[in-house]
């Protein structure tokens, strides 16, 4: 096989996968009290310490872009204090951020990794029917990945909130 056809074939592999997610569907979690619009067809999977993550399929698991959820009941949090702990995080560990905003119901920080990796993290205050809950949404894809996975992935922070 010629050097052009390894590239193309690689290139179609990458390609496979992220055309196999058609859109966003509702998604909601008793347990945690959330919902929000995650990608059609991305298998899921509990993580360890409680929340849900969906994976995108037909990529190792070190490159594949993720949507990651957790909830909690809040009991008066400092987001503030959780802003700066997690935008120092970043910093120190390299990151660029490329935005960061925050307000009295939570923040949302945008950064680039040294690897390339992109990835945002929103942490939001919501008053649900069985109390406040302090949500986090994590969303995360690699550099080659961004035509299409910002595009996929961009209502998913602004869907996120009580079941």
């Given at each position: 096989?010629?050097?052009?056809d390894?590239?193309?074939?690689?290139?179609?592999?990458?390609?496979?996968?992220?055309?196999?997610a058609?859109?966003?569907?509702?998604?909601?979690?008793?347990?945690?009290?959330?919902a929000?619009?995650?990608?059609?067809?991305w298998?899921?999977?509990q993580?360890?310490?409680?929340?849900?993550?969906?994976?995108?399929?037909?990529?190792?698991a070190?490159?594949?872009?993720?949507?990651?959820?957790r909830?909690?009941?809040?009991?008066?949090?400092?987001?503030?204090?959780?802003?700066?702990?997690?935008?120092?995080s970043?910093?120190?560990?390299?990151?660029?951020?490329?935005t960061?905003?925050?307000?009295?119901?939570?923040?949302?920080?945008?950064?680039?990794?040294?690897?390339?990796?992109?990835?945002?993290?929103?942490?939001m205050?919501?008053?649900?029917?069985?109390?406040?809950?302090?949500?986090?949404?994590?969303?995360?894809?690699?550099?080659?990945?961004?035509?299409?996975?910002?595009?996929l992935?961009?209502?998913?922070?602004?869907?996120?909130g009580?079941?």
């Amino acid at each position: 096989m010629r050097r052009f056809d390894l590239i193309l074939a690689a290139a179609l592999a990458l390609a496979a996968p992220m055309a196999q997610a058609e859109g966003l569907v509702a998604w909601s979690n008793d347990s945690l009290g959330i919902a929000a619009q995650v990608p059609q067809d991305w298998p899921s999977a509990q993580m360890y310490g409680g929340g849900v993550l969906f994976t995108a399929p037909g990529f190792d698991a070190h490159v594949a872009p993720h949507v990651a959820l957790r909830a909690h009941p809040d009991s008066g949090s400092d987001l503030g204090a959780m802003h700066d702990q997690m935008l120092r995080s970043l910093l120190m560990d390299g990151d660029q951020v490329t935005t960061d905003q925050q307000d009295k119901t939570g923040f949302e920080i945008a950064s680039t990794t040294g690897l390339g990796k992109h990835e945002l993290r929103k942490t939001m205050r919501l008053n649900c029917k069985g109390g406040p809950v302090l949500a986090e949404l994590r969303i995360d894809y690699m550099q080659a990945q961004a035509d299409e996975m910002a595009s996929l992935l961009a209502d998913v922070p602004a869907s996120l909130g009580c079941k």
